[in-house]
């Protein structure tokens, strides 16, 4: 009796932690949905983000070809040696280089691209915590937890724990175009090689040992059940512990 009042006590903790999730989830879809409403009914150049790259290179091509290098050298190799970012001089003792460019890292329309995988995880994690929920509402509730409803549960639990793997994978394939442009592109591919990915399909296989437990469980469960139930409808008499009656001392 101890241990079923633990696991009701267990099943209540669990119960009002899914709950409290299910809420800040809830506001999360809500949130992220405002955002990606707001962001498109924006003109898509409202917010451009760019970054730009200004240094100098210095060559010193006496101290390796001697006094004579700069005869090698004339105004139209110079103007052939840059481009519309570098561009390239001479000085007393070599070239010098200078760079400047700029690159169009961010649109604010590209923040939607980002926004669509996080409302997708947080839609998965809603569900998974839906799920939680019900286990463990009956893990409060009945007087054994080898109920039917369990194993299923957990075998739906790890399939969506399986597809939180694979998301930012298929997402990054979807929106690559846009990663790249918002700097995001590398962080999405190399998500599962980092052990994001293979975290969640870890924590997946470890909820599917669980949901064959309690399956195996459920299984001796009906079967003392069903033995239980056959001996209290058979006839056979019972026997007194004493049947000779209380021993004189």
């Known amino acids: 009796m101890g241990d079923i009042t633990r696991i009701k006590k267990f099943g209540n903790a669990g119960y009002v932690i899914s709950i409290i999730a299910i809420v800040f989830l809830i506001i999360a879809i809500v949130g992220i949905t405002l ?47 840059g481009d519309n970012e570098i561009t390239f001089s001479k000085t007393d003792v070599g070239l010098k280089g200078t760079i400047n460019s700029t690159n169009e890292n961010f649109k604010l329309a590209d923040a939607i691209a980002a926004l669509i995988p996080a409302l997708v995880s947080c839609v998965i994690l809603l569900i998974v915590a839906f799920y939680s929920k019900n286990i463990f509402k009956i893990l409060k509730e009945s007087n054994t937890p080898f109920v039917s409803p369990i194993p ?98």
């Open 152 to 249: 299923r549960y957990l075998k739906t639990i790890g399939w969506y724990e399986i597809t939180l793997a694979v998301l930012p994978w298929i997402t990054s394939q979807i929106f690559s175009a846009s990663y790249q442009i918002a700097g995001l592109d590398s962080y999405f591919k190399n998500t599962t090689a980092k052990g994001i990915g293979f975290g969640y399909i870890f924590f997946a296989l470890v909820v599917f040992a669980l949901a064959h437990i309690f399956e195996y469980g459920r299984g001796l469960q009906e079967k003392a059940d069903m033995a239980h139930t056959e001996y209290a409808g058979s006839s056979v008499p019972v026997i007194p512990s004493n049947p000779q009656g209380p021993e004189i001392m």
């Open 35 to 81: 955002a990606a409403g707001i962001i498109a009914a924006l003109p898509s150049d409202f917010i451009t983000v760019k970054s730009k790259t200004d240094g100098e290179v210095y060559i010193n091509l006496e101290s390796l070809l001697g006094k004579g290098w700069d005869e090698s050298f004339n105004e139209k190799d110079l103007n052939d040696m």
